[in-house]
């Protein structure tokens, strides 16, 4: 099609060139940024794309404006698409546009009215004309909504908005995405991808559009599609690619409309192990040794996002054997564990981690798996399950692993009793892993060698290579360089040199002072062998 512009004398070779440059930032059609840069008349476009697809242009002399066309398709949907039927024929039903590419709404008519659909190309200014006569509202067809509700339904119904959310879900699922982010403005919807912890965005949607696409989300949530005042939560349960899919999902109001976060989470059951986790051996045989005490409290720290659930349910994998009882209190369960009973915690009926551990105990299992500890309640059943005989794996939000300890009395626990109870702490960050296929050899410079400590560092973990990398990008990893996350960590085992700590002073922090690595220190191991870059580490 470039080659039809330069030909007609439309535009310059530089111009093409400038618009190259451009599309490979941000994408975009040839014709549409020559029009909106000037360069070309929307008369020049029409007949580069006339003569490209084979398609008549649209002669006004030939059909009355003021006659509108009688379809079972509501006024909005022409409208929305800038579309319009000008005749219909026998078993042809003619239509104008400014666009070629809405073949997916061609389609759909076709098999909505079952006729075949006949294109003309119209100037924008046509279009308008034609408009006007769908902006009135037919009463004959029943196109006068006395009810928003169905409005909104009839909305999210339409096959265009169904195939947009679809194609979205499908392009998530398939670049690793985490969270979609549906985000409301003014002049219409930001969609955000959230891969590998960070985000990028993926599409902009009109703000004729915004509307439809809200509903089209609450329907699939069990929403409330009426309710646009209040926070709303929901699930979402799809079959994309072959897998299946759940979907947890939030709306908010803002100030320019509703906002979406969805939490994409697999259904298939997960079989990680602590070796898939990409965690130094000498981490996975402390953790190993740690959760085989057959009583006592094991607890992961870290933000939202960090991985401690991923690493519990790797655990839990390790530990699940026909001679062991193993069940999880969560909120929500996030992931199927095969042969685990998994518990979900429901509090719009009083149904808490606190009532749900109470019940847990009668069941009789070995190891018990707590999603979070927010309470005094919650923590003070864990400590008394772990002190009569049952391993508790559970997690808290702090920032280091003995911030954990710090947490547990301030929420009213005696120290005496996290003596007596906990095994470990462990505090845990994601960083992006590099991509294996673009990932490029780099120097360690002396700066960095001073800043991160790594010759005392090296003194107390040797390794036989240093091979530090820094991301590159290709199309393997979408030019971002990363592919994938990998956990850096700090595990205490709780034992007497820690004790003795605590008994001097209960805000004791200094890990390295008792001969363990700090997240730091293990991110930095992490960056000499080639898994992660320089900048990850000062996301730490």
Known sequence: MEELFLTKGYCTKEDLEKVAVVQQEYLGRTGSMLLNWGIITEEQLLNVYSEYFEILLFDKKKYSVGEKVLTTITNEFWIKHHLFP???????????????????????????LGLEIELFLAESSTLDEFQVLYEVIDDALGLEYDD????LKELASEAPIIQKVNAIFTKAVNMRVSDIHYESFKNGMHIRFRVDGKLQLIERISALQKASIIARLKLLSSMNIAENRLPQDGRISIKVAG?????????IPTGDGESFVLRLLGKQAVTYSLGYLDFFDDHIELLRKIVKTPHGIFLTTGPTGSGKTTTLYSILNELNNEDTKVITVEDPVEYELDGISQIQVKSEIDFTFANALRSILRQDPDVIMIGEIRDEETARIAIQSALTGHLVLSTLHTNSALGAVSRLLDIGMEMFLLNSSINAVMAQRLVRKLCPACKVKSELSAEAREGLKIDQLLERYPMEKISPFEAKGCEECNFTGYKGRLPVAEIIPFDNKLKVEFEKNENFTDIGKLGYRSLQEDATLKYLSGLTSLQELSTL
């Not at 042809?92 to 546009?97: D, H, P, R």
């Not at 997916?104 to 076709?110: D, N, P, R, T």
């Open 86 to 112: 000008i005749k219909k024929d026998n078993n042809i039903l003619y239509v104008i546009s400014d666009s070629p590419y809405n073949t997916k709404v061609f389609s759909f008519l076709e098999q909505e």
């Open 148 to 151: 928003e509700i169905d409005k």
């Open 243 to 251: 897998k299946s899919i759940d979907i947890r999902a939030s709306s």
